[in-house]
């Protein structure tokens, strides 16, 4: 990491937030304008520590773990993406902000979408990364879905669910797990996946499954807009996961004032932690997206 970019890039502060819906593990960068960071699937703050700090130079950033996963605590009501949409308003309240920025990527693409929808108004812009915008954008076979769509079904029962949890306290099965989410659900992680499977809670498994459900089963037309506010759109021509063209489309036809970068990454999430000097190098147009 170079000195002068750690020097430029503010320090990570972890908090903890108490919302009308729940209460977030949250850690925040910088200061001015808020930037709300929309978590993807069964990420941790220290995850994200890197983006986080990175857009600290020009943001108040914010980024929150999942009510029911990591340090936050799970909903009252089951999970859903339209639950997270309000609480990304209750964060914005409690930093006193009448008006802030998303980003999301992968999954919190979808959940920025839901954000961005519950309140166009207060949204001054957003920044997609390699979003979920729809499942007709997922490259998995028919099989794959038929598979995936089988499993979620199969563990709806509070039994199957405990019994999952005992598969994943195996580091055996726990494996086994591990090769599915990657082969059949084509999931990526810079995290060591078999590691974050063994620490998952009961509501972690939860929040997982209603994610899962919601990626196969939610259209892009559920997602829509248009939407006025300039939008910043990245994302790799080879993602695996999901389909590029398919993606474009969509954020050209709901963001008029749609920016895009396209890079050449054979991956949808990185193998490694991005560190700050990456984000420099490959992310600039975070912080200069719309400016005034």
Request: hydrophobic share 45%; charged share 20%; proline share 6%.
């Amino acid at each position: 990491m170079s000195t002068l970019l750690a020097a430029e890039a503010p320090p990570l502060k972890v908090l903890s937030l108490s919302l009308p819906s729940t209460q977030l593990r949250v850690g925040a960068a910088g200061s001015g304008e808020l930037a709300i960071v929309v978590p993807a699937t069964i990420s941790l703050v220290e995850d994200w520590e890197a983006m986080t700090r990175f857009l600290g130079r020009r943001f108040h950033a914010v980024f929150f773990e999942l009510p029911g996963h990591g340090g936050s605590v799970a909903y009252e009501e089951p999970f859903s993406s339209r639950l997270v949409a309000r609480t990304v308003l209750e964060v914005a309240d409690a930093f006193g902000a009448e008006t802030f920025t998303l980003v999301g990527f992968s999954f919190g693409g979808l959940l920025a979408l839901r954000a961005l929808q519950a309140a166009r108004e207060r949204v001054r812009r957003i920044a997609l990364l390699s979003p979920f915008v729809g499942s007709e954008a997922l490259k998995r076979s028919a099989a794959e879905t038929v598979m995936l769509r089988a499993t979620v079904a199969a563990l709806e029962p509070e039994f199957a669910r405990r019994g999952m949890l005992a598969v994943l306290r195996n580091p055996a099965t726990v494996a086994v797990v591990d090769w599915y989410m990657r082969t059949v659900g084509g999931f990526e992680t810079s995290a060591d996946l078999s590691e974050r499977l063994r620490g998952f809670s009961a509501s972690t498994l939860d929040v997982f499954l209603a994610q899962v459900r919601e990626v196969l089963t939610t259209p892009s037309s559920d997602l829509a807009g248009p939407f006025d506010a300039p939008c910043l759109f990245g994302m790799s021509r080879y993602d695996p996961l999901l389909d590029f063209a398919t993606t474009q489309r969509f954020v050209r036809e709901q963001f008029p004032r749609a920016t895009e970068v396209v890079w050449d990454w054979p991956y949808h999430a990185p193998p490694t932690p991005l560190t700050l000097t990456d984000y420099e190098r490959d992310h600039r147009a975070l912080l200069e997206f719309d400016r005034d």
